[in-house]
């Protein structure tokens, strides 16, 4: 099942015969001109690695989505006219809601599988946005938005912002008290826009909130309009997936001109259907055994309740958690206007960091110089600054992350809440610095083990006595194979500073110098084949002494 | 004094008679004592007419359970030390409350009290309860009429929502307050306690009195309150009931955890 073929970029020619699917496919091909399609796609190359999987897993969910939303919108009303519940869920029965409350709770106890296709609607939306995350990390820690792929990382990123304005729309629409806890944050948000934030607050909901025109508009952007740009962004970005081809990991034969791995004619495509169904299959039994947004308990929305243990979905928390985690009091007054800072600044700074992930390509490549197209994805390790500055974002957004379920952590632990919110904002400034430092550390520390082992091989345990006495411990050595994983990464060095054509420096490149001199700075270069050549000479790497791993300093 | 009027009609009664034994006084002393004795246990305690030798015997039981168990931080005369509040006027409600779900006697101080089991049998945790109310007035132990769960659920999750959701959250999982304190989880408490905390107010909890809450919609809660006991999710397990935040964490443990599983055999080679 493992038929590895080799792809040139560039494309196959398929070759021609007579059979009855040839003659049926002829018949379709003359009207449609399918076959360029099919040479392109049916061709297609995956290399395997799990990791490399993680995209189908958004796109499986996201189709999950769509068949249950549509199930979901046959019986929805996205509606906010008062109604009074008489379905089947007794603490609720007799109260008055709004009718999207209403048609929620009629849909999940009262139609048949309507709970179930909720649940399952909700899981995947969840484990959409989660594998998007998760493809978004390995894409980056690889380096695979390099040059040719940056555009595609753009998109990609769009699509993570689609998915969670969808997710947020969604989970909206209910009308239950903990969406509409939700939504009064969202209008808190944007009422601290400065100046522009009332008249902006008024324009979505249609006057102070909540009226009774944001379910409605919030149905119409999560059905309609978000998930035609969704699709169609999704549509671009696996078109340019099959025009620039996938990443690859180094190994023999894999270079930098080529894709190996499955063709997606005829095992690759069985094998992504088959995942199709397991992926539907975790979500459906998640949905079946785990109640997720229970409604019923939340009751309908009122301004003046609110829930302990309130918080969003779980891709929105990194929001929540930055306005738990702001200072109180920040802010002031000029003449009438208030200054929410307290508000705005978790927005900018919000905004700031989602905008510095979806521009990093092109900012990692003007600072490397680098404008070559890459094909062959890194190991983490050996783009030791890329994958610190990395680990410095994730743990940036992990502890506004918990930073949302502050008060869960108080309680479950038996800690104050104050002492949980300050040890927080603490790590919030210092973790990402700390992990930045460490990660640094440990890929340099990693690279230098795996140049040892390439020059020198394993140390067997094997203590050998030479004739003269003297005492070895004879190393074993790797095959090309195994060495071709450990050597064949790219060596960078900092971008000289140079003078223009005019012979000056402007400040610019002088900025981008000291931001090359930082990114490469520290690093370990490959085993050159010179290096192996003289090691095996030396008598395979049987004596130790003083390895050959050097750590080159920038600064010359 | 009410004593006083009462002696006096029985202490002249005899003096009308004439002729009598010697041993007449004496009897006529001793029953004089016995109806005064009666007379002032009728009077002074609370207000449920129903005073017997019993009750008394059971007031006795609560004084000396106090002395050995309470007094030591609330005071001999239950006015308080700097380690505990004053318990004149608490009333028997918050006894019974705070012994019988092992709060006190506290086991050490923090934050505030966890629930813990009582160290008294219920006939105990009465006599204290009966002695301390027969201090000074307060919330008197609820009526059953209100404990049966046989009030209106709908309405009763919605008072829950309104004036309890805040703390307990709205499936009554608990929360978190300020500086370590928090608000329990009410799964699996009692009718008779879930009444009672409303009504006193325990530790950090205000008191929702008849005023705020009528006894007959305080029944609507607790009714709400045992239909989430008696009914299972109907969305399956419910992961503690602590809405988004262990969604999330199962999400990405268990389902992108299985999923990434999956991918990993997917791409496995052959050995």
Known sequence: MTTTTSETRGGAVVPERKSVTQTTANWIDERTSISGLVRELGRKIFPDHWSFMLGEVALYSFIVILLTGTFLTFFFQASMAEVTYDGSYLPLKGIDMSAAMSSTLHLSFDIRGGLLMRQIHHWAALLFVASIGLHMLRIFFTGAFRKPRELNWVIGFVLFILALAEGFTGYSLPDDLLSGNGLRIIDGLVKGIPVIGTFTSYLLFGGEFPGTAIVGRLYTLHILLLP???????????????????????????????????????VFAAKAGGFFFIVFGVIVLMATFFTINPVWLYGPYDPSPISAGTQPDWYIGFADGALRLVPSGLGFQIGDFTFALNVFLPIVVLGLFIVLVAIYPFIESWVTGDKREHHIADRPRNAPTRTAIGAAGVVFYAVLWAAASSDLIATHFSLTVEGVILTLQILLIVGPIIAYLVTKRLCIGLQKKDREIALHGYESGRIVRLPGGEYIEVHEQLTDYERWRLVSFEDYKPLMLRPNAKGQISPLERARSVLSGWFFEDRITPVTTHELEQQHHAGHGALEGDSGTEIESGHH | MRKSTDISPLARKPRKTGRRSPLASIALILIGLVATGGAYALF????????????????????????????????????????????????????????????????????????????????????????????AVGPGIPSKQYLGGTGNAAKGAELFRINCAMCHNVAGAGGALTEGKYAPSLSGVSALHAYEAMITGPQNMPVFNDANITPSQKADIITYLKYLDKNPSPGGLDLGNLGPVSEGLFLWIFGLGAIVGVTIWLTAKAN
């Open chain 1, 228 to 266: 035609a740009i969704l699709v169609a962004a999704l549509g671009v970005h696996l078109l340019l997936l099959v025009i620039n081809k996938h990443t690859q990991f180094a190994g023999p034969g894999k270079t930098n001109d080529n894709v190996v791995g499955v063709p997606i004619m005829p």
């Open chain 2, 44 to 135: 002074s305690t609370t207000a449920s007419a129903s005073t017997t030798a019993a009750n008394q015997q059971l007031l006795t039981e609560g004084s000396k359970l106090f002395q050995a168990n309470c007094a030591t931080c609330h005071g001999m005369n239950l006015e308080g030390t700097q380690q505990a509040p004053s318990l004149l006027g608490v009333g028997a409600a918050s006894v019974q409350f705070q012994v019988s779900t092992g709060r006190m006697p506290a086991a050490a101080s923090g934050p505030q009290e966890e629930e813990k089991p009582s160290q008294f049998t219920d006939q105990q945790t009465l006599a204290l309860a009966e002695f301390v109310g027969s201090k």
